[in-house]
């Protein structure tokens, strides 16, 4: 049975500890801007108010909008159902296959089509025939590229149809898979690609894109997998893609309404109902008993309190122990070491790490796999108040190492200190930390991949196999360890940043300095955790990058 467990701080308490009459109220007591006054008291006339959420609020879930879409998997050839939509894939120069099975009078006036365009079936190839008759409202060949098309290549035909079919304005789209059909791998790729392509963050916006609905997406082809395997595929599908949008959802969220107790509050809420999974949340009395000093150093500069989500799904005949780590800084001002004003725009989705980590274990549990899993997420504001940390400071952690912080703006993994030495005292079979560490990841990386470190060559192989069959592609760097110098202090154990040169590398060795006795991998988030352009599986802003990976690696174990 299902626990939900918080730090006790005294009758009335809510969730983390807040009592009800205190929610709108910092630690000092002091109230929050930006809040409504309570009872409903409209604010006073010509002051701003930000985007908060209350507790009570309900707002629609993307999720809800976006993923009920009933997905079917049937044996036939394009003429099995008649859609509003039919997709025909097409390899390169194997257009005359794709038409296979369609009446003979269309298929030449598509062979004709094609010939007048120059489709040949290369990657961006598409071509649109409105009406066929009765069965079909339009027609859309869309090409797959040049030999065995893998993941990626239908992933992305899943993707272009959707936008398609909602340029079309379709509530039934069917994609003729062919002989492809019989391969699992093939039917989880062009299903997820439509779903996660049909994403939007819109709530905010006082008009909506008003988008028919997409209501159902029909997989056809010959042969298909036995029913239980077909059924496995689709079911893994309907419960990751959510997930992945709940992730999308707590990115995109402004950090007005993000705050760490409504990080731990979502976990909490992700958590109901789920068999195996509990949910602990540390206040900040907790975390100081705990002595995790990284996470309160960070967090002295908000008056919002930070918070310690820890999420444990024990599946039932695990194989393996695994620990997850998440950074969550809900925003990043860069503290005292403050970053210029463009830089913070996009600061919102610093947490992305940890949000990762609440929607990989609670997709787990979901999906019921049979492995241990506990997620680390210390949350907190990094802001440059009175009472923030300073340039100079030294922070002695619990495990006795000593860092000087001589750069504020380095505070993700100040927090992760904290998080993966704890992680450690467990002994679990493997650690992975996500983050968005280091900005020298992006400009080494770009947005696509992200850098995977670690201490076990193993380990980082099986990550990387994992992210190249989940589309969430990884790149290793070295753990150099003639770096090391270049964190050495002469106040401290530790300093919290290198000389400049190897930036995601100094950061993971910052990193490996907390971890002990096991196998550990860190990967370094900050490129492909947020877009600021429309990529084909995620519009811009948060694209919940890693949940797939890390299930394609847990699903893995057992």
């Known amino acids: 049975m299902r626990r939900r467990r918080r730090a006790a701080c005294g009758s009335g308490a809510g969730p983390g500890g807040a009592h009800r009459a205190d929610r709108g109220r910092d630690r000092n007591g002091a109230r929050r801007p930006g809040l409504r006054p309570h009872h409903g008291a409209r604010p006073r006339r010509g002051r701003p108010r930000l985007c908060r959420r209350r507790r009570g609020d309900v707002l629609p879930r993307q999720e809800d909008l976006q993923v009920m879409i009933a997905v079917q998997l049937r044996r036939g050839g394009p003429d099995v159902g008649a859609a509003d939509l039919l997709v025909l894939p097409a390899a390169e120069g194997e257009i005359g296959r794709a038409l296979t099975g369609l009446d003979r009078g269309l298929a030449r006036v598509l062979r004709r089509r094609a010939a007048a365009v120059d489709f040949r079936g290369r990657p961006d190839d598409a071509l649109v025939h409105q009406g066929d008759g009765a069965r ?60 996660l392509a049909g994403y939007r963050f819109d709530r905010y916006k006082s008009e909506r894109n008003d988008r028919r609905r997409v209501d159902r997406l029909l997989l056809v082809g010959d042969p298909i997998p ?13 419960t990751v893609v959510p997930h992945v949008f709940r992730v999308r959802d707590l990115v995109n969220e402004p950090a007005s309404v993000a705050t760490p107790r409504y990080l731990a509050a979502q976990a909490e809420e992700l958590a109901n109902g789920v068999s195996r999974l509990e949910v602990e949340v540390w206040d900040e009395k907790r975390i100081a ?72 274990v609670a997709a787990a549990a979901a999906l019921e796999l049979p492995v241990d899993v506990t997620g680390y997420v210390p949350a907190s504001e990094n802001l440059p108040g009175g009472r923030a940390q300073k340039p100079g400071d030294v922070i002695r952690y619990a495990n006795g190492k000593t860092v000087e912080v001589l750069n504020t703006d380095a505070e993700g993994r100040l927090v992760l200190a904290d998080a ?35 201490n076990d060559q193993r380990l980082v192989d099986e990550l990387i196999a994992a992210g190249r069959a989940a589309g969430e592609p990884l790149w290793q760097l070295p753990l150099v360890p003639e770096y090391r110098e270049d964190l050495k202090s002469p106040v401290a154990d ?45 519009p811009r802003g948060g694209t919940g990058f890693g949940v797939r990976l890390l299930l394609r690696y847990l699903r893995s174990l057992g």
């Open 136 to 195: 079909n409202r339009a027609i859309a060949l869309m090409g797959l590229g040049r030999g065995p098309a893998g993941g990626d290549a239908w992933r992305r035909l899943g993707a272009r149809a959707r936008r398609e079919a909602e340029r079309q304005g379709a509530r039934r789209v069917a994609i003729h898979l062919g002989w492809s059909a019989g391969d699992s791998e093939v039917i989880t790729a062009a299903a997820e690609g439509f779903l």
């Open 494 to 538: 530790l300093r919290n940043v290198g000389g400049g040169d190897a930036g995601t590398i100094i950061g993971a060795l910052f990193l490996a300095e907390f971890v002990e006795g096991v196998r550990w991998v860190h990967l370094d988030i900050a490129g492909p955790a947020f877009t600021d352009k429309d990529l084909p599986l995620a």
């Open 289 to 360: 008993r705990e002595n995790l000093a990284g996470l309160l150093a960070v967090a002295r500069g908000s008056r919002e309190e930070p918070r310690f989500v820890k999420l444990h799904y024990a599946g039932a005949d695990a194989r393996a122990r695994i620990a997850l780590v998440g950074k969550a800084i809900t925003f990043d001002s860069g503290g005292l070491s403050l970053k210029p004003a463009k830089a913070m725009e996009t600061m919102k989705y610093d947490m992305a790490g940890g949000a990762t980590v609440i929607g990989t």
């Open 420 to 454: 993966l030495a704890l992680a450690c005292r467990a002994q679990p079979d493997a650690v992975i930390d996500l983050a968005t560490l280091t900005g020298a990841a992006r400009v080494a990386l770009g947005t696509l991949y992200a850098g995977v470190l670690g």
């Open 226 to 238: 036995p029913a239980s395997a077909a059924r496995a595929a689709l079911r893994t599908v309907e």
